[in-house]
C-alpha cells in the first residue's frame, strides 16, 4: 500500500483498499499511513481515493500524526509545497488547525516555506469555516511564540501580512489590534519583523493597519522600537516611513541609553542621518543630536565612522 501510495499508482490503491480497507491506516517505521506518504510525494490523486474511503469504513485519518514531528498529512503536504494534495486534504477540515512538535500549524507552515498561495488557500479553508475557525488560524502560536503575522513579516512577505490582516478585520477589528500588539516569546513585534526583514511593502501593511501605540512598542529585553530596528537594518525608506507616523521616536531611548540616530551612527548608516534633516523640524532636530551624555557624533568617532561624523556635521 505504502509503495503503491508513493508511485502515485492510484488503481493499485483502489484495488488493496478494496481487499482491505484497513490497508489504509498501516505505517511505516517512520509513523507515516498512506495519507503521509500521498502527501510527502504529492500525489493528489491518490490522496482523494484514501479520503474519499472515509474513517469510518476504515480509510485513511486526516488527522494521522507521524513520529517524531507530529505532522498530520496536510503538514507533511504543505512542508512539500503540494499544492493539489493540499487542495484535496483541505477539504476535510478536521486537521486544518493541528500543530507539529514545534507548534507550527499548516499556516504556519506555508509561510515559513515561502508558499504564499498555500497560505492563501489554508486560510480561505478557514474563513468557509466561520470567524472561531479564522480567530484560531490567525492566532495558533509556534513553542517560540509566533502566530502567522510573525512568519509573514519575518518572510517580508507583504501580500501574506496582507491576506492575515484582512482575514482578521473580517471577523473584528480587535482581533487585527491583537495580532499587531502581539509578540514572539524573543519580545518582537510582527510590525519589528518586517523592519528587520527590510520588507517596505510590509511595513507599510502594517503602519497603516495598526495604531501609534503598536507603532510605539519596545521589546522587552532592550526596549528598543521598530525605528531602533530600522537603525540597525539602514533601509532609508523604512527609517523614514516610521519617522513620518511617529517622529518622537527619533529620541526615544532603548534600556541601554540609545536613541534610534546613535544605533544608525554606530553602524554607519549616514544616510539616516540625512532622513532625519529631511524628516525633523530644526527643534525636533536639535534635540535629537544633542542629545545628553554620548551623543551620536561621539558614538560615530568611537567606531570611526567618517561618513556619519561628515553627516552629523552638516545636520548641525
Known amino acids: 500500500m505504502l509503495r503503491a501510495c508513493a508511485q502515485g499508482d492510484a ?15 498501516a505505517r511505516s517505521e517512520a509513523g ?3 495519507a503521509h506518504v500521498a502527501a510527502r510525494e504529492g500525489q493528489a490523486a491518490v490522496l482523494e481515493i484514501l479520503l474519499g474511503n472515509g ?54 507552515a ?10 492563501e488557500m489554508v486560510l480561505a479553508a478557514a474563513v468557509a469555516e466561520g470567524e472561531e475557525a479564522v480567530r484560531t488560524a490567525v492566532a495558533s502560536r509556534t513553542w517560540a511564540g509566533a502566530i502567522p503575522l510573525h512568519a509573514a513579516a519575518l518572510q517580508g512577505a507583504a501580500e501574506v501580512v496582507t491576506t492575515l490582516v484582512d482575514a482578521a478585520a473580517g471577523v473584528d477589528g480587535a482581533l487585527v489590534e491583537e495580532m499587531l500588539a502581539g509578540r514572539t516569546k524573543g519580545g518582537a513585534t510582527a510590525l519589528m519583523l518586517a523592519v528587520l526583514a527590510g520588507s517596505t511593502h510590509a511595513v507599510d501593511v502594517l503602519l497603516t493597519a495598526g495604531s501609534d501605540k503598536m507603532v510605539a512598542m519596545r521589546a522587552k529585553e532592550s526596549g528598543a522600537n521598530a525605528l531602533h530596528f530600522a537603525a540597525v537594518c539602514g533601509d532609508a ?39 532625519l534633516v529631511d524628516e525633523l523640524d530644526g527643534d525636533e532636530l536639535a534635540t535629537v543630536l544633542a542629545q ?25
Open 11 to 25: 488503481d493499485e490503491v483502489a484495488r488493496l483498499l478494496a481487499l482491505q480497507p484497513l490497508s489504509a491506516l
Open 32 to 34: 507515516e499511513t498512506a
Open 55 to 108: 474513517t469510518a469504513a476504515g480509510g485513511a485519518d486526516p488527522c494521522a500524526r507521524t513520529h517524531p514531528d507530529l505532522r498530520t498529512p496536510l503538514l507533511v503536504a504543505v512542508y512539500g509545497g503540494h499544492r493539489a494534495a493540499v487542495a484535496v486534504l483541505l477539504a476535510r477540515t478536521e486537521a486544518l488547525h493541528a500543530q507539529d512538535a514545534s507548534g507550527a500549524s499548516a499556516l504556519h
Open 110 to 119: 506555508a509561510i515559513a516555506c515561502g508558499e504564499a498561495d498555500i497560505a
Open 237 to 275: 525608506t523604512i527609517f523614514a516611513a516610521l519617522l513620518r507616523r511617529a517622529p518622537g521616536l527619533a529620541s526615544s531611548y532603548s534600556r541601554h541609553g540609545l536613541t534610534p540616530v546613535h544605533v544608525a551612527a554606530a553602524h554607519g548608516h549616514h544616510q539616516l542621518v540625512a532622513v
Open 292 to 316: 545628553p551624555g554620548l551623543t551620536p557624533e561621539d558614538v560615530a568617532r568611537l567606531f570611526g565612522k567618517e561618513q556619519v561624523i561628515r553627516a552629523l556635521d552638516e545636520a548641525a
